[in-house]
């Protein structure tokens, strides 16, 4: 089991940055990938950016130039920073691990997601 705690959301002009955490605890054999996905009003949860245990990224385009992601793994946390920040890029962030446990599964984490609001 993994359990995830994020900070760092906010409200914040167009233009502006925010830097977002994510710090997992929990029994497992293996964190894979960690990263962070979000969900604006009337959408669907989309993919902004993962990371995996070897350091390899996969991105939204949408993102790209942007929001860097990076990874402390013997902390077993993900950072996101945002940069250039958009009305667009307003919705909750939620932080995702995907991680083999004790019994050799491969399971899906979430935390409980942070507001990120870009605004006038």
């Known amino acids: 089991q993994v359990h995830l705690v994020e900070s760092g959301g906010g409200l914040v002009q167009p233009g502006g940055s925010l830097r977002l955490s994510c710090v997992s605890s929990?029994?497992?054999?293996?964190?894979?990938?960690m990263g962070w996905y979000r969900q604006a009003p009337g959408k669907e949860r989309e993919l902004v950016a993962l990371?995996?245990?070897?350091?390899?990224?996969n991105s939204a385009d949408s993102v790209k130039g942007r929001f860097t992601i990076s990874r402390d793994n013997f902390k077993n946390s993900v950072d996101l920073e945002m940069y250039k920040l958009k009305v667009e890029d307003t919705a909750i962030y939620f932080c995702?691990?995907?991680?083999?446990?004790?019994?050799?599964?491969?399971?899906?984490?979430w935390g409980q997601g942070t507001q990120v609001s870009v605004s006038l």
């Open positions: 929990g029994v497992v054999f293996s964190i894979n990938a």
């Open positions: 995702n691990a995907v991680a083999r446990t004790l019994d050799g599964r491969v399971a899906n984490y």
């Open positions: 990371i995996s245990s070897s350091g390899n990224i």
